[in-house]
């Protein structure tokens, strides 16, 4: 089984940067690929960032120049939110893929204009 705690969230006004982390546990050996979403009050959840195991990334277009994914470890994935528009609030999930997928619990996104 896979753990995942996010943190990092928070308030910030347009313009501001974020950087959201993500601490795995548990058995992560079958893990290929890992992301992040996020969905905002009366939204479906969005992909917003994805790194695969090999570090091929992939990004909404909506962040893209904007939002960088980065793994420094096998058991930390990282957010860098840069620029930030007041639609990126949301509820930001970290997500790793093996047979299943693993979420984690959310950290609140909030941009104020």
């Known amino acids: 089984q896979v753990q995942l705690v996010e943190s990092g969230g928070g308030l910030v006004q347009a313009g501001g940067s974020l950087r959201l982390s993500c601490a795995a546990s548990g058995n992560i050996f079958k893990v290929n690929h890992m992301g992040w979403y996020r969905q905002a009050p009366g939204k479906q959840r969005e992909l917003v960032a994805s790194i695969t195991s090999g570090g091929i990334t992939n990004y909404a277009d909506s962040v893209k120049g904007r939002f960088t994914i980065s793994r420094d470890t096998a058991r930390k994935l990282d957010l860098q939110m840069n620029s930030l528009k007041p639609e990126d609030t949301a509820v930001y999930y970290c997500?790793?893929?093996?047979?299943?997928?693993?979420w984690g619990q959310g950290t609140k996104v909030t941009v104020s204009s």
């Open positions: 997500n790793f893929k093996d047979w299943y997928d693993h």
